[in-house]
């Protein structure tokens, strides 16, 4: 592995074991490149772990999940939506976390059904991907914001991190509701050091950049993830699981 994977592996390595202290885990996945190197990690790092997917049935993260974890075999979890008891659930968690952002009530909405699977399982610690997407360019934001330079990449990354952190804040409240706690060890301080200082290169080509996060993507290669999860473009995971499509048809 090239000097600079390494460091990356091993940073990403200090910030799970820093962060998590369980040593049974659900890790939530979706098959893509993000939750499946965490998941991949933390199995090497003897972390017991449990793949927590979910989704509407047929939705995108359920079929991609299941494809994946065809090829690493871990045990996986994975809960189906009834779309008969869903609309009640945006309204509860809308007046729980007071806010109008659609995003912050989409992650909120997945992370109370993750939340629901963990704690049916017994497990009350599940690890999340955050943080890889704001610190490795993986929004198409990114993309706009290449021609206005670096200044413009750093400064739509700190406007995703202050978001991202204060969000994750909201689903932890949520979580709470089940007993279980949603950590996000690539938003450590730590890390989000670390990474701001990668080169913008490492991350995105140019504006045109379809696919981003390379050095993200040639480690997860590095690390024998699935090559169909690490090719795989980025699906948000209120997308994938289709809560986005379905709380608009309920609004």
Request: proline share 2%.
């Amino acid at each position: 592995m090239d000097e600079k994977y390494l460091k990356l592996f091993e940073e990403i390595t200090s910030a799970i074991s820093e962060t998590v202290i369980d040593k049974k885990i659900g890790i939530a996945f979706s098959g893509g490149v993000d939750s499946t190197l965490i998941a991949k990690i933390c199995k090497e790092m003897n972390y017991d772990i449990v793949l927590l997917t979910i989704g509407f049935a047929q939705s995108h993260d359920i079929l991609f999940a299941q494809e994946v974890n065809e090829q690493l075999n871990y045990s996986h979890h994975i809960l189906e939506i009834d779309s008969k008891d869903f609309p009640s659930i945006p309204t509860m968690i809308n007046e729980k976390i007071k806010t109008d952002n659609l995003s912050w009530n989409e992650n909120c909405i997945a992370f109370y059904y993750v939340s629901k699977l963990a704690k049916s399982l017994g497990i009350s610690t599940v690890v999340t991907a955050n943080g890889i997407d704001e610190l490795f360019c993986g929004y198409n934001a990114y993309r706009d914001a290449f021609l206005g330079g670096e200044s413009k990449i750093i400064e739509v990354m700190d406007a995703k991190l202050d978001n991202e952190l204060k969000m994750m804040k909201a689903v932890n409240m949520i979580a709470s509701e089940f007993g279980v706690s949603i950590l996000q060890p690539l938003l450590s301080k730590d890390f989000i050091d670390y990474a701001k200082n990668v080169p913008i290169t490492e991350k995105i080509t140019d504006s045109e950049d379809l696919y981003r996060k390379h050095m993200i993507r040639k480690l997860a290669r590095q690390v024998n993830v699935p090559e169909v999860s690490y090719n795989k473009r980025k699906k948000a995971l209120q997308y994938g699981s289709k809560i986005h499509k379905t709380l608009l048809k309920t609004r």
